[in-house]
């Protein structure tokens, strides 16, 4: 038996009768598109009797969040290469750093060089205390944008590598690093560009790249500018004296500038880096892209022409938006014909997003965030200086380690391992090995079961540990006496503990408190600004604790107790251990401007 209605009718092909039963669905649910004045044509339709048009419609659920469902992998792998060249230009400096200095001065005492080592590496971080915020407005600003501000950055730094690297005086090196921190705005760019490629159900994984990308600089930066460090000297049939390409005298420049090698390796990587996100990245800002459409460029043609070879039927992706798709995009254009008045009536231009006020912004959360964020960037400056310096510090005599054995006091011992550029940057390189074991294997399988707040509570306890027993590698026995460097299976099992302890809390910290600061934003429209604030915070306390912990340690070198320094920075950790349990996961939407709805997750 058959009914014909006109007022109630059902497709009889099931994709317009799906049509129909989205188009109420949508309506159901206040999607925003209006029908009433719109003719609908659906030819010839028959209602099935056992079709209910109140029931409501489900609708599938998205697959789970897993790197293999992790969409926008070309943008995600810029960003992270954004993140990785800048990272290496800060591990390679810190590979060869204190030799620089003391090459500059030969005279000075270590004491003295551990105070200009916390100055130099500083500096950097002392510069982005003023410009992080300007940057973090200018990249929410309509007329620049996010990926502006990343080229700008990417490029200033890599004249900053150069300068350092042809620096002959302390002063010198200081200007160019501070010059660099000035110019460089990446790290709250990539974080919010990131924040925006995907939606907030990858951002565990999405920003798990960042540390990733550090981690792998960790291993490569101190080990290819240990390896390019006083190349006449290291490598005199290449460079040195009636040498391949030194000719009867060798290569001048490189003698007079031995540490001018892996800063020309950072800068070109750096401008590497600049033309990949000219040409392949694809700006975030909103107000940007709702805009205007840029007209492709080479790289795009190209990808394009590939992508049309390889797939032909491929979709060309958009960036994470939360207006609606039209209502009916999906549909057949013979199925849905517009009534004249309403076909003539002209498109509403879209409003301006609504900006929160800078005022508004300091919400308790965002509060409890910056603290975090300050004390964990305060010890981990300190802990890049401090261990740098001490690898390099003479060893203490054998008077004072059998001194040491003698005494109750545990605590009274001086010296370090003197280690050469060479194993300083091997030294380093463990950090990175380690960490990037650590979230390849551990941390995905423990943030799913534990969770993101309790492992970045937990895992904070593991800091003070590390910084407590760091200086009692001085007194693990040696094969080699002093003054030469210290080796041995004892050392290098000590300093693969302390690593291990220092880069496991590391790397659930590091990734989460990126993710806390990022949804402790109260509004979409100041994200970048709160990545800028973060970063100056970050920048702020980056700054004073290596400038502290270098005067801590001078003060225990003279007063023959190394671990001062050390035993300071594990107290401030552990205050850091305490204030994470006031720090909460935001959702990133917390105030409403007029005429806004609650987000779609805390509508659920």
């Not at 200095?101 to 003295?112: A, E, G, I, Q, T």
């Not at 005298?249 to 892996?262: F, H, I, L, S, T």
């Not at 220092?502 to 109260?522: D, G, H």
């Amino acid at each position: 038996m058959r009914s014909r209605t006109t007022s109630q009718a059902e497709p009889a092909d099931s994709s317009t009768g799906a049509a129909l039963r989205q188009h109420k669905a949508h309506q159901r649910h206040g999607s925003g598109v209006n029908l009433h004045n719109r003719s609908v044509s659906l030819g010839r339709l028959e209602l099935d009797p056992d079709f209910d048009m109140d029931t409501p419609i489900e609708h599938s659920k998205p697959p789970p969040a897993s790197w293999a469902t992790i969409p926008h992998k070309g943008q995600l792998a810029v960003l992270a290469c954004s993140r990785f060249v800048d990272f290496f230009q800060m591990a390679s400096l810190q590979t060869y750093m204190v030799h620089q200095l003391k090459s500059f001065d030969p005279s000075l005492p270590d004491s003295s060089i551990s105070h200009q080592a916390g100055v130099l590496q500083g500096s950097f971080t002392a510069a982005q205390i003023v410009t992080a915020v300007v940057w973090g407005r200018v990249a929410d600003a309509p007329w620049c944008g996010r990926k502006r501000v990343l080229l700008v950055g990417l490029v200033g730094t890599a004249f900053s590598c150069v300068g350092v690297g042809f620096s002959q005086t302390f002063l010198q090196a200081t200007l160019w690093r501070m010059f660099g921190g000035a110019i460089n705005g990446t790290i709250g760019s990539a974080r919010t560009m990131v924040a925006e490629t995907v939606d907030k159900r990858f951002h565990s994984r999405a920003f798990l790249l960042l540390p990733l990308a550090f981690n792998v600089a960790n291993i490569l930066g101190p080990i290819l500018s240990g390896l390019l460090v006083e190349p006449v000297a290291a490598y005199p049939t290449l460079f040195g004296p009636a040498s391949l390409f030194g000719g009867a005298d060798g290569v001048q420049w490189m003698e007079r500038y031995p540490y001018a090698m892996p800063n020309l390796l950072c800068a070109i990587l750096l401008l590497v880096e600049a033309v990949g996100v000219h040409y392949l990245l694809a700006e975030t800002l909103a107000s940007i892209r709702n805009a205007r459409v840029p007209l492709p460029g080479p790289m795009d043609l190209l990808k394009k022409f590939v992508s049309r070879i390889t797939s032909p039927n491929a979709h060309k992706y958009t960036l994470v938006d939360n207006s609606s798709e039209g209502l009916l995009a999906g549909m057949d254009s013979d199925a849905v014909e517009l009534s004249p008045v309403n076909a003539s009536e002209k498109p509403k231009m879209s409003k301006r997003p609504q900006v929160l006020p800078f005022s508004r912004i300091w919400t308790a959360n965002v509060l409890w965030v910056l603290l975090s964020i300050a004390i964990f960037d305060f010890h981990m400056g300190a802990f890049s200086s401090l261990w740098i310096v001490y690898l390099s510090t003479d060893r203490p005599g054998p008077e004072i380690t059998a001194r040491f054995t003698k005494r109750s006091n545990p605590f009274i011992f001086s010296g370090g391992l003197a280690f050469e550029p060479a194993a300083i940057g091997f030294a380093l390189a463990v950090l990175g090995i380690v960490g990037l074991f650590l979230q390849l294997s551990i941390y995905p399988w423990a943030n799913t079961r534990f969770g993101l707040m309790r492992c970045f509570r937990y895992s904070l306890f593991l800091f003070p540990l590390a910084y407590f027993l760091a200086p009692y590698l001085s007194l693990l026995p040696s094969p080699t006496p002093a003054p030469s460097p210290a080796t041995g299976f004892w050392v290098w099992v000590g300093i693969s503990l302390i690593l291990t302890l220092q880069v496991t809390a590391r790397t659930f910290a590091l990734p989460a408190s990126i993710i806390l600061l990022n949804n402790s934003s109260p509004h979409p429209s100041v994200l970048a600004t709160i990545h800028g604030i973060g970063q100056s915070v970050s920048s702020t306390f980056r700054t004073v604790g290596p400038i502290a912990a270098g005067y801590w340690y001078g003060v225990g070198l003279e007063k023959g107790i190394v671990g001062v320094a050390w035993w300071l920075v594990a107290a401030v950790s552990s205050i850091g251990c305490v204030a994470s349990f006031w720090v909460r996961n935001g959702t990133g939407h917390e105030i409403l401007l007029p005429g806004e709805e609650p987000p779609e997750n805390d509508r659920q």
